[in-house]
């Protein structure tokens, strides 16, 4: 059983497209987040939600809009991709410990 | 507001000999200190963490990371290391209940 699972693993698109990236946790986790892997693998925290409640947005563009269904899903929904959203994008839990639990990452390419 | 850095893009060891990785850290309180790993084309793993108590933390796959306060550092070790242990090491911060920021990573080498 995958802890945190996020589909599809890889997205190529054309510039100005609308794509989401799907993220389960099976681990009972009540804080998730979505981080930003660039090339040069820099991770920027993106989003974070505590229970399906917003607690951390780091000025990312509203393009970016994150879902949270329920507390084990966090969705990310992205409008009108640019070339500069190519990256890898890590979906995690947190454990009550502090510990994060990274999925495999989706590496979206924008063309 | 936290910081980490790390101060080495790059760091090879031969098998078999003792590693470090190193880490500096900013915050404003207490400090929670993490290791990740990431293999090619993962995710990252936790590896250990420090929030309180011994300065010397013990992890996973035999790593070890000593907590320095006056130095504001938490160096990730291994008395000897394997070829397998090469890959990307993130060291991470995070301040009482504020978000985890992430250093800029560490590509460790181990040469065979």
């Known amino acids: 059983d995958t802890a945190v699972s996020q589909t599809p693993k890889y997205l190529v698109t054309q510039m100005g497209n609308d794509k989401s990236i799907k993220c389960e946790q099976n681990?009972?986790?009540?804080?998730m987040y979505w981080y930003k892997q660039d090339s040069k693998k820099f991770l920027k925290i993106m989003f974070s939600?505590?229970?399906?409640?917003?607690?951390i947005n780091e000025t990312v563009p509203n393009r970016f809009s994150p879902k949270s269904p329920d507390k084990a899903h966090l969705n990310l929904h992205i409008n009108s991709l640019e070339l500069g959203d190519s990256a890898v994008y890590f979906c995690a839990s947190e454990s009550v410990l502090g510990e994060l639990f990274f999925g495999e990452g989706s590496r979206l390419t924008v063309l | 507001a936290q910081s980490v850095a790390q101060p080495e893009d790059q760091v090879n060891v031969a098998e078999g000999n003792p590693l470090t990785v190193k880490c500096t850290y900013s915050v404003s309180g207490n400090p929670y200190l993490f290791w990740y790993v990431q293999y090619p084309n993962r995710g990252l793993q936790f590896l250990l963490k420090?929030?309180?108590?011994?300065?010397l933390v013990k992890g996973s796959y035999g790593f070890e990371a000593e907590f320095n306060k006056s130095q504001t550092s938490f160096h990730l070790k291994k008395p000897s290391a394997l070829v397998s242990d090469s890959a990307l090491y993130f060291c991470a911060v995070r301040d009482g209940r504020d978000k985890i920021i992430f250093g800029k990573g560490t590509r460790l080498h181990i040469l065979p």
């Open positions: 681990l009972g986790h009540d804080t």
């Open positions: 420090y929030i309180t108590g011994d300065n």
């Open positions: 939600y505590n229970n399906k409640e917003l607690i």
